[in-house]
């Protein structure tokens, strides 16, 4: 039997409705207008209830899913925070993305399985919430993608973690383009572990509710999820794998364009296009996020990305690039630099340097 708690909101209109069914904690994200878009409110109800079901016995594994069929959850909610750059309400940007990435590395850490169903489009915050949780479970209609240097802003929730993580420089390339790969893919980068058709999520839920949760709750959670498992068939990054290794290896973005100009190939004149179109402080801030990240834990990682985050927020680009592609809609941001020749590699330093002891994120 299920039974619904949603902190101190109730009913259907809550952003995100909590239940159990017998040993199941569910997480249900509900906000479809928004594609299930995460704001802070949703952000600190997940957090105090995870923590109520960490404390739970009853509680043996909790699955996180988003309503709708168009997405688990498409990013954090950046028309909102565009808002309050816009009235410089600085204390709703450093609540954000504070409570966000502690929320980020809570799901890393928290001691009982954490399945998220990423049965839709995931990005940006989504992944963040899905990510770092130890099952990822991605479907026919999962599409993935960090896309923010397209908007002024670096791949955050922890990017600079799991995409060096991912073989090759495949991690590189899908942080700089902000490319949107499907359930294959996901399972071939290692951004997903298992794979399964939508129709079969009920059966997921269904077997996990009825399982006996004697013993491994992480072997336990396995073994349904391996039971269910849906083939994807061949993934097109392994297509382009040599090209993109090839190309992405560089030590600077100027190598990785030169690389890709001398690439006689359709995937290199898209990919150099593609690049074009994005911040180049972002680029040129993301490859350091990413090329740095390949050596840090994950807290160390969430502690870089939030002082790059507190940087952002104050910078042109992040404004308007949010202006161009959610605002106004016209697709055509003016960066604050022409191109990547014209980024300092001081002013990119900058952006990593350390925050006065009472605004780091200390994880």
């Known amino acids: 039997m299920s039974t619904a708690s949603n902190s101190s909101e109730t009913g259907a209109e809550a952003p995100v409705l909590f239940s159990q069914d017998g040993p199941v904690g569910r997480i249900l994200l509900n906000r479809p207008k928004a594609l299930n878009a995460l704001d802070l409110v949703m952000v600190d109800m997940m957090m105090a209830q995870l923590k109520s079901w960490e404390q739970?016995?009853?509680?043996?594994?909790?699955?996180?899913?988003?309503?709708?069929?168009?997405?688990?959850?498409?990013?954090?909610?950046?028309r909102g925070l565009y808002d309050a750059r816009k009235v410089d309400d600085e204390e709703m940007l450093d609540a954000?993305?504070?409570?966000?990435?502690?929320?980020?590395?809570?799901?890393?850490?928290?001691?009982?399985?954490?399945?998220?169903?990423?049965?839709?489009i995931t990005m940006g915050g989504g992944v963040g919430v899905s990510i770092h949780g130890r099952f990822r479970v991605v479907t026919e209609?999962?599409?993935?993608?960090?896309?923010?240097?397209g908007i002024g802003f670096?791949?955050?929730?922890?990017?600079?973690?799991?995409?060096?993580?991912?073989?090759?420089?495949?991690?590189m390339y899908l942080g700089l383009t902000g490319a949107r790969i499907k359930a294959a893919d996901c399972l071939y980068a290692g951004l997903a572990t298992h794979g399964a058709e939508s129709a079969k999520l009920d059966a997921i839920k269904g077997a996990l509710a009825n399982a006996a949760w004697d013993g491994d709750g992480f072997a336990i959670?396995?073994?349904?999820?391996?039971?269910?498992?849906t083939p994807f068939g061949s993934a097109s990054l392994s297509e382009i794998r040599s090209e993109i290794d090839h190309c992405f290896a560089g030590d600077s973005v100027a190598a990785i364009f030169e690389a890709l100009r001398n690439t006689a190939s359709a995937f290199g004149t898209e990919t150099l296009e593609t690049l074009l179109g994005k911040s180049p402080t972002s680029l040129c801030v993301s490859f350091e996020q990413i090329r740095q990240g390949g050596d840090m834990s994950l807290a160390e990682v969430l502690n870089m990305e939030y002082r790059l985050s507190?940087?952002?927020?104050?910078k042109p680009d992040l404004f308007e690039g949010v202006r161009a592609v959610i605002?106004?809609?016209?697709?055509?941001?003016?960066?604050?630099?022409?191109?990547?020749?014209?980024?300092?590699?001081?002013?990119?330093?900058?952006?990593?340097e350390k925050l006065p002891k009472d605004k780091e994120l200390n994880l």
């Open 154 to 171: 670096f791949p955050d929730v922890g990017g600079g973690y799991f995409l060096p993580r991912c073989p090759g420089e495949i991690g």
């Open 221 to 229: 959670a396995d073994d349904i999820l391996n039971k269910h498992e």
């Open 96 to 120: 954000f993305y504070r409570r966000e990435y502690h929320l980020n590395h809570y799901v890393a850490t928290y001691p009982k399985p954490y399945i998220a169903l990423m049965d839709g």
């Open 56 to 78: 739970d016995p009853s509680v043996k594994v909790v699955v996180i899913e988003g309503v709708g069929e168009k997405a688990f959850c498409a990013g954090g909610d950046i």
């Open 310 to 314: 507190q940087r952002m927020v104050c």
């Open 141 to 149: 209609r999962t599409l993935f993608a960090m896309p923010e240097t």
């Open 327 to 352: 605002v106004d809609k016209d697709h055509a941001p003016k960066w604050q630099h022409g191109d990547i020749g014209q980024v300092d590699p001081r002013e990119v330093a900058e952006y990593f």
